[in-house]
């Protein structure tokens, strides 16, 4: 089994010899793969829609992992108990829907070694939620694929260090490890930002422009302090 670069960047960070739940599994890809790479000793494949978990099924069977691979239909951890696994995993999904699973599923959660998360919006609130819930990113990391910049963390339980508002936006880890990919993303957003606040600077008169205009201001100061990490 092959990933994308994306999720060969979750996989990475799952613990060699975890049992894991993979929730919105979607293909089963990632069981697949951790299982057939023996970085995980079972698997657990979890969706909330039979559609998905069929063709993760189907998959499973087709690699010859039915023994090693369990499927099952589950709103978030919902039909996990607490203990029957040590690593969860929730990538490719809204940073809402990520935070709903670990609120929702909290008595698995507080069980769990570490929780693999890679939300696809609404980061900052997801890294939030981890500081102010008694967990810690212990790890970060970040990858580039099809224009598209994705941050993938590695949680595990313990009181987290104080977070800026710069560094729950851009990741702690990332910011102190000087990540490339992160430097891209930012030069990138850099770039985007002033390019609109070039264009809203010649709408004058606009009330809805002066207040974009304060906005994207607001956004370049932030990119602007993320990026002088990279130059200390």
Do not use: W
């Amino acid at each position: 089994m092959e990933l994308s670069k994306r999720l060969t960047k979750v996989a990475s960070l799952v613990t060699e010899g975890a049992s894991v739940a993979d929730i919105g599994t979607d293909h089963g890809y990632i069981p697949i793969y951790l299982i057939e790479n023996q970085i995980a000793a079972r698997a657990i494949a979890l969706d909330i829609n039979k559609g998905p978990l069929e063709r993760a099924r189907m998959h499973i069977v087709g690699h010859g992992l039915k023994g090693q691979i369990e499927t099952r239909l589950s709103d978030g951890l919902k039909e996990v108990k607490p203990g029957e696994v040590d690593t969860m995993i929730a990538a490719g999904m809204g940073g809402g829907l990520v935070i709903k699973i670990l609120r929702e599923g909290k008595p698995v959660v507080d069980t769990l070694k570490s929780c693999i998360l890679q939300p696809q919006s609404e980061i900052h609130r997801v890294r939030r939620y981890v500081a102010e819930n008694q967990m810690k990113i212990v790890a970060e990391d970040m990858v580039e694929e099809d224009g598209k910049f994705y941050p993938i963390m590695k949680v595990e339980h313990g009181s987290s260090a104080p977070y800026t508002e710069c560094e729950y936006l851009y990741g702690k880890c990332l910011l102190e490890e000087k990540h490339p990919v992160l430097k891209k993303y930012l030069d990138r957003e850099m770039g985007i930002r002033e390019s609109i606040f070039g264009q809203l600077s010649r709408r004058k008169g606009s009330e809805s422009a002066a207040r974009r205009m304060e906005e994207v201001r607001e956004e370049i100061v932030m990119i602007r302090e993320a990026l002088e990490y990279f130059d200390r």
